[in-house]
Structures are given as structure tokens and as C-alpha cells.
């Protein structure tokens, strides 16, 4: 099993640019999320999903969407960047309990 | 919504010595306190976990501590390695809400 995976791994994009970031895992885990974590910070919760179809706010849901069409598949889609955005974001999925984060991407908007 | 607080930011030892990082919560209806290690450059790897049903959970080198009445917990690692060093998040969960919220992290360094 790959577990999950993101794409990209790095990305810089100009303020008011759009850009989708992707999320793929192959374990079957029903629940998948969406994480930022700023330098010397914890983790913040912008989008979860608890199946296909079914997706909901976390903390800091602004500036983001989020789609959910297949179990496997959980993109991060932003709208109009702002320097804000500057982040490193993972995402996550989970069985029941205990996340199985991915690599992570690490996003800059200048 | 949950509140999770994580001490010290920052915590150096001498190889072969214990390492004690502590969470705060403040919802007494979290039930679910996972520990995760971020190496440089990675994702968040889960090391241990506890549910609010045990005092005390051990695996290896590493052993978890959890005070119900206190709301805090706690991840102990004995006879420290270079390996240990990263960062470290402490988290909390409640039934029927699977996201965690996280703690603010500590960064372990191991001195050899």
C-alpha cells in the first residue's frame, strides 16, 4: 500500500491564483482530512470527510473548498490565494481512530 | 469547541536520559488522546494512543499517561536515542467526532 499521497510536493502561487491540491489514499479508510500547520504551530483542521459524498467544516474553513466523489479521492481546491494560504498542508485519513497523515504540501503565496 | 495546550515548546536531554511532554484538554468529553512524531520534512507519524477508559498505556521506550479528573496527559520516553529527536503533537477526540485537535508541539532534541 502507498498509504496516502499528495501532489504536489511544493508549490508557490501569486495572490489571486487558484490551485487544487490533491489527495489520494489506498487503505479504504471512510474518514479523510484536511490539515494546515503554520512554523511553530500545531495542526488546524480546514475540511473532513466521513465518505464519499459527505464533507464538512473543520476550524478554518475560509479560503477553501473541498470535494469528495470517491472514497479514495479528497482534492483541496483554493480560491483567489492570499499570502494567509502560506502553509504547509497535509492530509489525512483514518480507519476509526488514529490519523495516517501524508507527506504533505508545502504551499507559498507571495 | 476543544482546547488542547502542549509544554514545553521546546525540550533538550542527554541521550540515555527520559524525555516528559504534557497536554492539558479542556473538554471532559474527549475520550481519545493519540501522540504523533513529525520528522523534519514528513508527515505526523502516530506513535501511541489512549483511550479515557485506561490510567496508562506502554510500548517500549514509550509510555503514556492520562489523569481524567486532571484533563492531562502525558508521553514519557525513557533511555532517549538521536533518533528520538523531532517534533512531538499531543491530541485530543471525542465519540462521534473522529478530527483531532492538536497541541502546539514540542521539539525534542537528543544531545549524543
Known amino acids: 500500500n502507498a498509504g496516502v499521497t499528495q501532489t504536489p510536493k511544493f508549490r508557490i502561487l501569486k495572490i489571486g491564483q487558484s490551485m487544487t491540491l490533491q489527495c489520494t489514499q489506498d487503505?479504504?479508510?471512510?474518514?479523510m482530512y484536511w490539515y494546515r500547520q503554520d512554523p511553530g504551530m500545531g495542526l488546524k483542521l480546514i475540511y473532513y470527510?466521513?465518505?464519499?459524498?459527505?464533507?464538512d467544516k473543520g476550524e478554518v474553513p475560509n479560503g477553501y473548498n473541498v470535494s469528495r466523489s470517491t472514497t479514495e479521492d479528497f482534492p483541496l481546491r483554493l480560491e483567489l490565494a492570499a499570502p494567509s494560504q502560506t502553509s504547509v498542508y497535509f492530509c489525512?485519513?483514518?480507519?476509526?481512530?488514529?490519523?495516517?497523515f501524508g507527506p504533505g504540501t508545502r504551499l507559498t503565496v507571495t | 469547541g476543544e482546547n488542547v495546550e502542549q509544554h514545553p515548546s521546546t525540550l533538550s536531554v542527554q541521550e540515555g536520559d527520559s524525555a516528559v511532554i504534557k497536554c492539558t484538554y479542556s473538554?471532559?468529553?474527549?475520550?481519545?488522546f493519540p501522540w504523533y512524531k513529525q520528522e523534519l520534512g514528513k508527515g505526523p507519524q502516530l506513535i501511541i494512543d489512549i483511550r479515557s477508559n485506561v490510567g496508562e498505556k506502554k510500548d517500549q521506550r514509550i509510555a503514556v499517561t492520562l489523569n481524567k479528573t486532571a484533563k492531562h496527559f502525558s508521553l514519557h520516553i525513557t533511555e532517549t536515542q538521536p533518533e528520538d529527536s523531532a517534533v512531538y503533537f499531543c491530541?485530543?477526540?471525542?465519540?462521534?467526532?473522529?478530527?483531532?485537535?492538536f497541541g502546539s508541539g514540542t521539539r525534542l532534541q537528543v544531545q549524543p
Open positions: 491530541a485530543a477526540s471525542k465519540a462521534g467526532r473522529r478530527a483531532l485537535t
Open positions: 470527510s466521513v465518505g464519499a459524498g459527505i464533507t
Open positions: 489525512a485519513s483514518s480507519p476509526e481512530e488514529g490519523l495516517y
Open positions: 487503505m479504504n479508510h471512510n474518514y
Open positions: 473538554d471532559s468529553a474527549s475520550n481519545y
